[in-house]
């Protein structure tokens, strides 16, 4: 018999923080290549791996990840048994040490508690990867041990991954320690915040942390229990993204326009779902010249895009350039306008100001509703 667990998707830590884009929404609910929610992916993975009873804790500004999940259908989870719960937190405000994900299990434990499945999945709403859940579970029954921890080799963990946890490992893959990425080193252990473990050990320590420091989180609670527990290290290959600055986001969308990355990652047998959005094809006019980009529906393209994540419904006028950049739905950029290395967030019009380039790695933030 298969064993079965339910799914926790949690948010960020308060301490990371997407320069721009997160002052309007959560991590879970940036656009991401245009047409997905950084969300879909823990959700589809958990969907995929046959979880069917799946928590979303929201806490800051949740509007927009509640609008996009809705009843959470378009996820093709199990129509009669499958459940997917979105769990609110009101006692902490968005920057509060103390607003961290064990406040919300906290606030939400009679729900935990009731959970007819043995085992939880913890996955993160601001990573992107794929996993099969019910594997990683099935290896962490056979294994014996209380905690499976998921984990990334990385060789950029001193440009990327600052927000993150890293891990040790002794010889036989047991987790000795969990520390915060300092940027010291290129090559580390990144913790993916995705973890595996009885339903019962979860609850006792969401209990555990509330008696020792209101201020603890998961991760927190897990790296004090590598000494008693036995927590296991479990390595995730394939592509990966954790997005928790505005460098990793720009990374994260730009490196699936290689085809090869993104043909390894969108697989048939295994897709990513998200809430559909019925408009027209793109209109690319005479003149128009694009190459290397994802560009979404319902755009009207007059100028050249190079190597870009173009949104829906996105206006790029005639003698226009988009190079290096993200440029987020309902966008409209006039005629002349030259835009490079450029993160450029919703309902933006460009029309003033001939041109927006970065000179630092980190590309340059144009807000929402800006008009330019």
Request: proline share 2%; net charge neutral; glycine share 6%.
């Amino acid at each position: 018999m298969a064993n079965k667990a339910f799914g926790v998707i949690n948010s960020a830590a308060n301490y990371i923080r997407v320069e721009g884009l997160h002052d309007y929404r959560p991590i879970g609910a940036f656009s991401f290549l245009g047409r997905f929610r950084v969300i879909d992916f823990p959700i589809s993975n958990m969907s995929n791996s046959g979880l069917d009873r799946i928590h979303v804790y929201l806490n800051s500004r949740p509007r927009s990840i509640v609008e996009h999940i809705g009843d959470g259908r378009h996820y093709n989870i199990n129509s009669k048994r499958g459940n997917l719960q979105l769990l609110f937190t009101q006692n902490n405000g968005a920057s509060s040490i103390y607003n961290t994900d064990i406040n919300a299990y906290l606030e939400n434990l009679e729900q935990i508690e009731r959970m007819p499945q043995d085992y939880v999945v913890v996955a993160p709403s601001y990573m992107v990867y794929k996993q099969d859940y019910q594997k990683l579970l099935d290896d962490h029954v056979e294994s014996g041990g209380d905690i499976t921890l998921l984990y990334h080799k990385v060789d950029s963990a001193k440009d990327y991954f600052r927000g993150c946890n890293v891990i040790t490992l002794n010889k036989q893959k047991g987790v000795q320690h969990i520390e915060r990425n300092m940027g010291t080193a290129k090559e580390k252990l990144i913790s993916m915040d995705t973890y595996v473990m009885k339903k019962e050990l979860f609850v006792e320590l969401i209990k555990r942390a509330k008696r020792e420091s209101s201020a603890y989180s998961l991760a927190d609670m897990i790296a004090l229990a590598c000494e008693v527990l036995d927590v296991r290290g479990y390595q995730h290959k394939g592509y990966f993204a954790a997005i928790t600055s505005l460098d990793d986001y720009f990374k994260a969308n730009t490196e699936l326009l290689d085809y090869e990355t993104a043909m390894d990652f969108f697989k048939t047998d295994w897709p990513f779902y998200t809430r559909t959005t019925d408009a027209c094809p793109t209109q690319y006019f005479h003149g128009a010249n694009v190459k290397h980009s994802m560009v979404c529906n319902a755009g009207l393209i007059e100028g050249t895009v190079e190597n870009s994540i173009i949104g829906r419904n996105v206006h790029i006028g005639k003698g226009a350039v988009v190079k290096n950049s993200i440029i987020l739905s309902y966008v409209d950029i006039a005629d002349g306008v030259y835009i490079e290395n450029a993160v450029i967030d919703k309902w933006v019009e460009v029309k003033k100001i001939k041109k927006i380039v970065s000179d630092s790695v980190t590309p340059a933030y144009i807000k929402r509703n800006d008009k330019l």
